[in-house]
């Protein structure tokens, strides 16, 4: 079966970077799109960055200059690289990924990030 894990998440000062990393297993396939969503508590999840298999990438209007998304397809892997954290960043962040034919999506089970100030 299909697994997305996150890792990389903890506790960093405000102005501090993170390297967020999502591992897929279970398939031998490329993703069409995958990205990065967030959650803090009493927010909506929103979509902070997202990279397709032919490398387009769109970002958040908050992060844009900031975080940067990237794709390894022949490793699997997916990075959000973070800089200038800010502690209004604080949040579950989530991989995501999706395929088009036949459509499905994926969610790993987040990891926490804290930005204090």
């Known amino acids: 079966q299909v697994q997305l894990v996150e890792s990389g998440g903890g506790a960093v000062q405000a102005g501090g970077s993170l390297r967020l990393s999502c591992a897929a297993s279970?398939?031998?396939?490329?993703?069409?799109?995958m990205g990065w969503y967030r959650q803090a508590p009493g927010n909506q999840r929103e979509l902070v960055a997202s990279?397709?298999?032919?490398?387009?990438?769109n970002y958040a209007d908050s992060v844009k200059g900031r975080f940067i998304i990237s794709r390894d397809i022949a490793k699997d892997m997916m990075y959000l690289q973070m800089d200038s954290l800010k502690p209004e960043e604080t949040a579950v962040y989530y991989c995501?990924?999706?395929?088009?034919?036949?459509?499905?999506?994926?969610w790993g089970q987040g990891t926490q990030v804290t930005v204090s100030s």
């Open positions: 990279i397709t298999r032919g490398g387009n990438r």
């Open positions: 279970g398939n031998i396939f490329s993703f069409d799109v």
């Open positions: 995501q990924a999706e395929s088009w034919n036949p459509r499905r999506d994926f």
